[in-house]
C-alpha cells in the first residue's frame, strides 16, 4: 500500500513538472527560441505558448525593446596625427530573435568591435577641427555602416551618437588660448565699433545742433531785419506824413553831430558838405526870431548876420582832423 502511494506522489509531480515545461507565458516586447532535440523549431511570440515538454526546449528568451549600450573611450588617431579617446553610445533593436541567437555568437560584443573598427576608419580620415565640428556627419556615417553591417544579425541600428571627444591636454591648451585670444579680439571689435558708432551720433548731434542753431539765428537776423525795415519805413513814413522844413532837419543835423564825435577812440571824424547846407538852414531861422533882422535872413552883408559864415563847408569828400 505505502508503494502505491510513493508511485502516486511520483507520478503527480511528473505531472506537475510536465505541465510547467507545457505551458510558456513570453512576456509583451519579448520572443523565445525553441529547439527539438538541439534543432530550432519555431519563435515563440508574447503571451501563452504550449510546448512538448521533455522534448521542446526554450534556449533563449530575446528582449524586443530599444536598447541603449554605451561603449567606453576608444583612442582614434586623426588624419593629422593626434589622438583623441572618443565615447560612443549606440541605440539599436532586435528584429529578428532567431538571427540575433544563431547568427552571431554575441551581438553585443560584434556591435562594439565594429563600432570601435568604423571609426577608426571614419576618423583617419579627418583633421582634429573637422572632427570636432563634424559630430552629426560622423553619427550618420557610423550609423550606416552599422546598420548595413547588423542587419543579417537580425539588429537595427537606431542611432549612433558621440557622447564625448577629448583631444589631448596640449591641445586643449592651445584650443583655450585660442579660444581666448577669439574671445578678446571680438570683445576689441565689439568695442571699437561702439566707440565709433558714439562718435558717430555724437558729430550727428552736434551737426544738427550746429544746423538747428545756424537756422535759429538767421531766422532772428531776419525777424530783426524785418523788425527794423518796419521801424525806418514807419520813421520815414511819419517823416512824409509830418512834412519836416529845412529849418527843422538842420536843427536834427546839428543834434547828432556831438554824438558822432562821442568817444575817447575817436581822434579823426570828418564833417560832410552838407553840413554848410545845415548852418545856413539854421541861420534863416535864427534870424527870423532876431529883432529887426526879418527880412536880411539872406543878405551876405556883416559878419554877424549870418551864422553861415562861421563854418566855411570843406570840399567834398576832403577829411577834416578836430
Known amino acids: 500500500m505505502d508503494a502505491i502511494i510513493i508511485v502516486l506522489i511520483i507520478l503527480v509531480v511528473l505531472v506537475f513538472i510536465a505541465l510547467i515545461k507545457t505551458i510558456q507565458v513570453i512576456p509583451q516586447a519579448s520572443a523565445a527560441i525553441v529547439e527539438r532535440f538541439g534543432r530550432y523549431t519555431r519563435t515563440l511570440n508574447a503571451g501563452l505558448n504550449i510546448v512538448v515538454p521533455f522534448i521542446d526546449t526554450v534556449r533563449n528568451r530575446v ?38 541567437t544563431y547568427e552571431v555568437a554575441s551581438y553585443i560584443q560584434a556591435i562594439e568591435q565594429l563600432t570601435v573598427t568604423t571609426l577608426r576608419n571614419i576618423i583617419g580620415g579627418m583633421d582634429l577641427e573637422r572632427t570636432l565640428t563634424s559630430r552629426e556627419e560622423i553619427n550618420a556615417a557610423l550609423r550606416g555602416v552599422l546598420d548595413e553591417a547588423t542587419g543579417k544579425w537580425g539588429i537595427r541600428v537606431n542611432r549612433v551618437e558621440l557622447k564625448a571627444i577629448e583631444p589631448p591636454t596640449s591641445i586643449q591648451d592651445s584650443m583655450e588660448k585660442q579660444m581666448r585670444a577669439d574671445r578678446d579680439k571680438r570683445a576689441a571689435i565689439l568695442q571699437a565699433e561702439g566707440v ?28 530783426r531785419a524785418e523788425g527794423e525795415a518796419q521801424a525806418i519805413r514807419t520813421v520815414f513814413e511819419s517823416i512824409h506824413a509830418g512834412d519836416p522844413d529845412q529849418k527843422l532837419l538842420s536843427y536834427q543835423y546839428l543834434q547828432m553831430l556831438p554824438k558822432i564825435a562821442e568817444g575817447d577812440a575817436n581822434k579823426l571824424w570828418i564833417v560832410p558838405s552838407e553840413i554848410g547846407d545845415a548852418l545856413k538852414g539854421l541861420g534863416g531861422a535864427l534870424d527870423g526870431f532876431r529883432p529887426g533882422g526879418g527880412g536880411n535872413s539872406g543878405s551876405t552883408g556883416g559878419s554877424g548876420s549870418d551864422p553861415t559864415s562861421m563854418v566855411k563847408p570843406p570840399r567834398r569828400d576832403s577829411p577834416r582832423i578836430d
Open 63 to 100: 528582449d524586443l525593446r530599444e536598447q541603449v549600450v554605451p561603449f567606453p573611450p576608444q583612442p582614434v588617431i586623426t588624419q593629422d596625427n593626434l589622438v583623441v579617446n572618443i565615447d560612443t553610445v549606440i541605440y539599436y533593436q532586435v528584429t529578428d530573435a532567431r538571427a540575433a
Open 196 to 223: 565709433r558708432q558714439s562718435a558717430i551720433l555724437t558729430a550727428e548731434g552736434e551737426k544738427q545742433s550746429s544746423i538747428l542753431r545756424a537756422e535759429g539765428e538767421a531766422r532772428s537776423a531776419a525777424l
